[in-house]
């Protein structure tokens, strides 16, 4: 049996399926991943943009580099991949999809029981009153929040900052339930999430990766890109 129908296999058995992913998902609408040979990583300094201190340095240029960031995205759409988990989940209304995306295509795409684990590009939250509103003012270096006057910020999890207890706490419910991890398109090295593989794997649940360059290696492997590979479990 080929590794892909031994994962539709596992798929079609599973009750309780579970999706994890990451910036690979994205890649073939065009949105660039982080690390890797194009990745943003190698033009840009995680440090001078993805951390609170960056931010309290210096708001505009945090500003600049994600209002660059929402307005590529929002020139991209879903790709077949995000497709595909919809046609999986019609077979598994209840499947969750937990993502490290920031992008919005997941939602764009349909998916259903969404949770996004760094937050939301489409997002700010203010630093004093912590309401968190749509913000899409591509012009605007440095928004006010209108309820009480504090400066707003992406709603993104950066560097050294602790997620979402809320989300944390949704996550480990799917992750107990689950009976399989499918992983699509993250390298693996960003914690928490880097270790979700790895928990449920201690109580033998299966893991499926789906990566050009798979990095898991107690996974059933599907080498290729997502686009490529997902439609392949959907149909
Ligand atoms: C394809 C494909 C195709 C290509 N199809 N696939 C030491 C110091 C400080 C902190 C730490 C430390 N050690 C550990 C930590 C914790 C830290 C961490 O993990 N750091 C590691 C880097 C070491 N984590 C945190 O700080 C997290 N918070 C936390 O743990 O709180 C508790 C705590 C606090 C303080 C200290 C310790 C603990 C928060 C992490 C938030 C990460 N945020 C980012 C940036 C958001 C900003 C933004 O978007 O602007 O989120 S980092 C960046 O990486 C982004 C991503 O979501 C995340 C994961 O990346 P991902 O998705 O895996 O992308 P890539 O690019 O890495 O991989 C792409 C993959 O796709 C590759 O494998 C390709 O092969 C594949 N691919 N084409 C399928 N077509
Ligand atoms: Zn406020």
């Not at 259903?112 to 605007?140: M, P, T, W």
């Not at 997620?163 to 914690?191: A, F």
């Not at 201690?202 to 050009?212: A, F, H, M, T, Y």
């Amino acid at each position: 049996m080929d590794q892909i129908k031994l994962a539709r296999d596992l798929l079609d058995k599973s009750l309780n399926p579970l999706f994890l992913t990451g910036a690979g998902i994205s890649a073939e609408s065009g949105v660039p991943t982080f690390r890797g040979e194009n990745g943003l990583w190698k033009n840009y300094r995680p440090e001078e943009l993805a951390t609170p201190e960056a931010f309290r340095r210096d708001p505009a240029v945090v500003w600049e580099w994600y209002n660059w960031r929402k307005s590529l995205v929002s020139q991209k759409d879903p790709n077949a991949g995000h497709l595909a988990i919809n046609f999986i989940q019609e077979r598994h209304p209840e499947m969750g999809v937990i993502t490290q995306n920031v992008d919005g295509l997941h939602q764009r795409a349909g998916n259903k029981n969404l949770v996004e684990l760094h937050g939301n590009l489409f997002f700010a939250r203010c630093v004093k009153c912590n309401g968190i509103v749509e913000y899409q003012d591509y012009d605007n270096n440095s928004p006010q929040c209108e309820s009480c006057g504090g400066r707003l910020r992406p709603h993104i999890v950066w560097f050294g900052e602790q997620l979402d207890p809320e989300v944390i706490g949704r996550v480990n419910r799917y992750l107990q339930k689950t009976d399989l991890l499918v992983i699509v398109g993250t390298s693996g090295v960003v914690y928490p999430a880097a270790g979700f593989a790895s928990t449920v794997a201690l109580r033998g649940v299966k893991v499926i990766e789906i990566n050009p360059e798979p990095v898991i290696d107690f996974a059933l492997q599907l080498k290729g890109g997502a686009g490529e590979v997902l439609p392949h479990l959907s149909g």
